[in-house]
């Protein structure tokens, strides 16, 4: 198709204009802000609408305000001819169809004459060949923001772009991918750990721990249950053991309160009766005896000497008496005297024979006293041997000790009594085993003994009652852990953490999913346009390449499977895109757009649309490029859009045919 | 026979977490936790208000591989309430919590009944009187994976008057999405001379028989988007002529949602929030003093369809409305931080988040048929989806890089073929609008590519 008149009542900048565009190339030459994107925007506002109030920079709406859009004419390849009038603002007094958006009427008139209104879907149909707003606007605007791209872009990039350039859409489906590809690798990267779905297998994996040990509560719980009863258990058997020691030790001591109260009474009683003897008070019994029976000793020694000595007294007296009675018979007491005393004595004697024979008659009278004497005697003896008995039956030496037996007897009744009563405090309440036990303990130990064995009692006591401070206290601890693990699970709620970090990794790797499965499906895309489309680009390509650059450069060849692009140098052979010059570069990229606009355009050749293209292009350059354009204008119809004015020049020169609106 | 009442319930599932949810505050997730323990209550409130005669609950009260410490506690919390009252328990285990698992040390109360791995029956008595009604038969699951049909052990006593109650944890006719644990037929179920099956396992409630009457009573508590609609428990009175009324008693605290909304006919964001928040006022009034969690999904074709398909929008979106939500119920005075029990003035509805099946303003059929690189690629995946094998390779290779990681690769691993078409179909469209839409050459800033947050 080809557009025949642009008729813009208002539109951006451009306002009542009415350009005709006759031939197949037109130049419209004007200054930098004339409008000329703005026509080519009305171009596209025309044939798919005019933008909406959110796609503002594409809507050039009136800077001047009125009316805003216009209609434009186009002439089929059939003949027929068509006017498309849309406005988004009407001008006063015509009226269109439609009541929201866009006014617009679009008709159609045949080769016959006849005319005919069509909708929107028909017009695209039949006169654009069902291409859409995107695909015209990707396909036939070349514009110099894109050339000049070229220059901008690294070398890598600079060869896909140079690929893509043969592809419909190429730029998008590069923008596309390369925002893809970032996105994604925001969200994962193999061995990554600060992209976001890391970060959550992080957060996963450690939530997955802390819970795992938040579920050692429960088996925790029970060991501490377990544990709580086992001690319960050893705190009553330590307790009995306890109370038992107490218990005995409490009898013990009791009874050695006892016995030393008593020892202390009977050690008073000593005390005093050794001191009413006059005896020293630190004699102990045994002593005392020895002291007694030293004292009956002394006392029998004493009553011998006693006799002795009476009755040495008494011999001496009678010596005395003798001698005086000696001395009596003598007138005067000389000592020698004694014999004759002694003579006087014999005389005496005579009269004491005298006496004996008395003497003998006194014997004869003796005889019966005698027997009275023996029986006195037996009588004696029978008095003796019956104290004796009594004295053995009683154990005692003599009557004193007997006496003393007797007291102690007293004694031992009282501390019988005494005894009974004891036992009755000391085993009451025990049963017989502990009775023997408590009994065999008070019996065979010494006093010292005893004193040991409370010492070690008390000591084993006071080691029992640590024991059983540290069990409570333990129990304490289990108790206090018991409620801490019964609140603790109260709170944490890791769980339910674990699985909201789940559903959001699920959520992401959902994402990043549908965006590599969008990758892959692209990458698969492209090949099928590396392996069936490109190569008849690529070759129409290399022919206006081949011209463009005068035959410097022979093809452009691509390395399949990379998306790079190689241009032939005649000489150098094929050279890296990013070897070339920016110029040449320029051209290539120029070379596939117009080889890709032909490819595409297939039965239905439309309208070429180039902005500005041709600012930073050398003479020659330059004139390659036009006399490509020449041969394109061939198929096509060109717009040309320019400000230099040795454009112009060179295009009138070269393409004299062309139509050179000033605008 | 005698009249009584008793209550029947089933996958108590204690303190098992929510899933598939994200994004969610402390505040609500406290609330969330708490609710399962709140339907427990419900249930013991229910059995105490109702003076039933006893309760029958069908196995998985928990979930042993919690290993929940706060499940066992508030378990025993229940049952000492009941016990006050006087209702007896009667309960068997589950595959989720069998015999064979760990459990609290200490022993059950004596007014509860746990039946063993051998069926076994007891017999019932009326409160009121103490006069036997019923007979109840169960089998506790020994291990967590049952495959016999337990049903054929149980018999009904000949010649005995009393109401016959059967409890089993299984899967009647092999339902499906649950595991086929004791497996039994209906007809082995109506054969066997019982007059009341009380059928745990699967969580849906459903009726499959009346007579005799064959019950599942679903879980009490839903837990995810998979598990909607009310829950609760039967109570079940049974008449002196052995007719059995049932009632359905509600339980839950959370409700969960699914609802679509069409995008045809709205132009603007403005529009389609108000259109949301429309319909969460509905939700709200619908179930006061109670959470609701909603996943709205996005159908049909409109305008809005590019900008829902930048995520950034949806997630703002998804973002405001939730911040309104919680700004409301801290406000009804629920921002405390000692919330444990629900206590619900009004409802709160919680958006689990968006999902998208919007389509293009596309004529499909026209990119199909377009010699563009757009049209390429919708063929290539029009001829890809023809044959699933195709689906398989190209998902696989798309996504060969995630299988380092064991975690991604169990994920991968868990895309049945419908997923993978579903990826393929979403792939599209991400591409149609990457490469459709009418961005001018220099866009200042192009929009983000990923789909709404939220659950999936």
Redesign the interface.
């Known amino acids: 198709m080809k557009l025949e008149r642009m008729q813009i009542s208002g539109f951006g900048r451009l306002n009542g204009l009415d350009v005709e565009l006759p031939g197949q190339v037109t130049v419209l030459y004007g200054p930098n802000e004339a409008g000329k994107s703005t026509l080519l925007g009305f171009v596209r506002a025309m044939l798919f609408g005019i933008p909406t109030r959110a796609q503002a920079a594409e809507r050039y709406e009136p800077l001047r305000g009125g009316a805003h859009g216009g209609a434009l004419t186009i002439l089929g390849d059939d003949g027929t001819r068509w006017m498309i009038e849309r406005y988004a603002q009407p001008p006063e007094g015509l009226n269109l169809p439609g009541t929201r958006g866009d006014r617009l009427r679009i008709t159609r008139s045949d080769v016959r004459g006849e005319v005919q209104e069509v909708s929107q879907e028909e017009m695209q149909r039949e006169l654009l060949g069902g291409l859409s707003k995107a695909m015209f606007k990707q396909l036939f605007a070349v514009t110099l923001t894109e050339l000049q791209e070229v220059g901008a872009l690294q070398s890598e990039e600079l060869s896909r772009y140079l690929f893509h350039a043969g592809i419909g859409g190429g730029a998008a489906v590069l923008r596309g991918e390369k925002r893809l590809v970032q996105e994604m690798d925001k969200l994962y990267r193999p061995r990554g750990r600060t992209q976001e779905i890391a970060q959550l297998l992080q957060a996963v994996e450690r939530l997955e721990r802390e819970a795992e040990t938040a579920k050692a509560l429960l088996p925790r719980y029970n060991d501490v249950l377990e544990e709580l009863e086992r001690l319960a258990a050893q705190l009553a058997e330590a307790l009995g053991q306890a109370a038992a020691v107490r218990d005995e030790l409490a009898a013990a001591g009791r009874e050695l309160s006892r016995r030393e109260a008593a020892f202390d009474e009977l050690a008073g009683e000593w005390e005093a009766w050794l001191s009413e003897r006059s005896l020293s008070p630190d004699l102990s019994p045994e002593a005392a005896s020895d002291v007694f029976r030293l004292a009956e000793q002394g006392r029998e020694w004493l009553a011998r000497v006693e006799g002795l000595a009476a009755k040495m007294a008494a011999l001496r007296a009678e010596n005395e008496r003798f001698e005086q009675e000696c001395l009596a018979y003598g007138d005067h007491a000389s000592p020698n005297q004694a014999a004759a005393v002694l003579r006087a004595a014999l005389a005496q004697l005579d009269s004491a024979l005298d006496m004996k024979s008395r003497q003998d008659q006194l014997s004869a009278q003796l005889f019966p006293l005698e027997e009275e004497g023996r029986r006195l005697d037996d009588r004696l003896q029978q008095m003796l041997e019956s104290e004796q008995a009594l004295l053995a039956e009683a154990d005692a030496a003599d009557g004193e000790e007997l006496l003393r037996l007797d007291a102690a007897c007293e004694r031992r009744e009282a501390l019988e009594r005494e005894l009974r009563q004891v036992e009755l405090m000391l085993f009451a309440g025990l049963d017989e085993v502990k009775r023997n036990e408590l009994e065999e303990i008070l019996q065979t130990t010494e006093e010292s003994e005893l004193r040991e064995r409370l010492e070690q009692s008390e000591q084993d006591l006071r080691q029992a009652e640590a024991l059983l401070g540290q069990l409570q206290e333990k129990r304490g601890r289990l108790l206090q852990e018991q409620e801490s693990l019964a609140a603790r699970c109260q709170r944490d709620d890791l769980v339910q953490q674990l699985e909201e970090q789940r559903a959001a990794l699920r959520d992401r790797f959902d994402q990043y999913a549908v965006m590599a499965v969008c990758h892959e499906l692209i990458g698969r895309a492209r090949r099928v346009y590396e392996e069936e489309r490109q190569p008849a680009v690529l070759q129409a390509a290399s022919g206006y390449f081949a011209e463009m650059t005068g035959g410097t450069y022979r093809r452009i060849v691509m390395k399949m499977g990379t998306q790079e692009l190689m241009a032939e140098h005649a000489e150098l052979g094929p050279l890296e895109s990013s070897l070339l010059s920016r110029g040449t570069a320029e051209q290539l990229y120029l070379s596939m757009r117009l080889a890709l606009s032909e490819a595409v355009s297939g039965q239905t050749p439309l309208p070429l649309l180039l902005d500005d293209l041709f600012v930073n292009f050398d003479e020659g350059r330059l004139e390659g490029a036009l006399s490509v354009l020449r041969t394109v204008a061939d198929r096509q119809q060109i717009l040309m859009m320019t400000c230099h004015e040795h454009v112009v020049r060179h295009v009138q020169k070269l393409l004299p045919a062309a139509n050179i609106v000033r605008m | 026979m005698k009249a009584f009442r008793f209550l029947h319930a089933a996958d108590l599932h204690l ?10 505050p402390d505040r609500l ?2 609330l ?2 708490e609710s399962t323990f709140a339907a427990f209550d419900q249930l013991i409130k229910v059995a105490i208000e109702e003076a039933v005669d006893f309760v029958v609950i069908s196995g998985d009260i928990y979930d042993a591989s ?5 499940a ?2 508030r378990l025993r919390e229940g049952w000492d309430k009941l016990g006050e009252h006087g209702i007896p328990v009667y309960l068997i285990r589950g595959n989720h919590d069998p015999l064979s698992s ?5 022993a059950l109360p004596g007014h509860v009944y746990e039946f063993g791995s051998q069926a076994e029956s007891v017999t019932a008595v009326r409160r009121s009187d103490g006069e036997p009604v019923a007979v109840l038969t169960g089998v506790s699951y020994p291990t967590p994976a049952v495959h016999d049909n337990l049903a054929l052990q149980y018999r009904r006593e000949p010649g005995s008057a009393l109401y016959h109650i059967g409890l089993l944890h299984g899967n009647v006719d092999g339902q499906e999405g649950h595991d086929a644990y004791a497996p039994c037929s209906l007809r082995d179920l109506q054969a066997s001379g019982y007059d009341y099956w009380a059928l745990g396992h699967i969580h849906k409630r459903e009726i499959l028989c009346e007579s005799p009457w064959v019950v599942y009573p679903g879980n009490i508590q839903g837990r995810s988007l998979k598990e909607t609609g009310p829950k609760g428990c039967y109570l079940v009175e049974v008449a002196e002529n052995g007719e059995a009324e049932l009632s359905f008693r509600r339980l839950d605290q959370v409700l969960w949602l699914e609802s679509r909304l069409t995008i045809d006919g709205i132009a603007t964001e403005e529009a389609l929030k108000m259109s949301l928040e429309e319909r969460l006022d509905e939700l709200r009034e619908a179930e006061p003093g109670r959470i609701t969690v909603a996943r709205f999904t996005f159908i049909g074709r409109g305008p809005l369809h590019g900008l829902l398909q930048s ?1 950034a929008e949806v997630a703002e979106l998804l973002q405001e409305l939730r911040r309104k939500e919680i700004a409301r119920f801290e406000a009804a005075g629920l921002g405390s931080s000692d919330v ?1 029990r629900l206590g619900l003035g009004e409802g709160i509805v919680w958006l689990a ?1 968006f999902k998208l099946e919007t389509r293009m303003e596309l004529d499909r059929e ?2 199909l ?6 049209g ?2 919708f063929r ?2 029009k001829r890809t989806s023809a044959a699933s094998e195709q689906v398989e390779e ?2 696989d ?3 060969a ?2 299988s ?2 064991r ?2 690769r169990r ?1 991968l691993q868990g ?1 049945n073929p419908e997923a993978k078409q579903e ?2 179909r ?3 469209e ?2 149609a609008s ?9 866009s200042p800033s ?1 929009p ?4 709404g ?4």
């Open positions: 303190d098992t977490p929510f899933s598939g949810m994200s994004g969610v997730r406290g969330l936790r919690d290993s929940s410490l706060r066992q506690l760990r459990r609290l040390r200490l995520g444990e988040g026209g990119v048929a377009e010699d563009s690189f757009l390429e690629l290539l995946a190209l998902v290779t798309a996504l890089s995630l380092d990681n975690q991604l994920l895309l990826l393929v979403r792939a599209e991400l591409a990457m490469l459709h839409e009418d961005t001018p050459l220099s192009p983000s590519l990923r789909e947050g939220g659950a999936s």
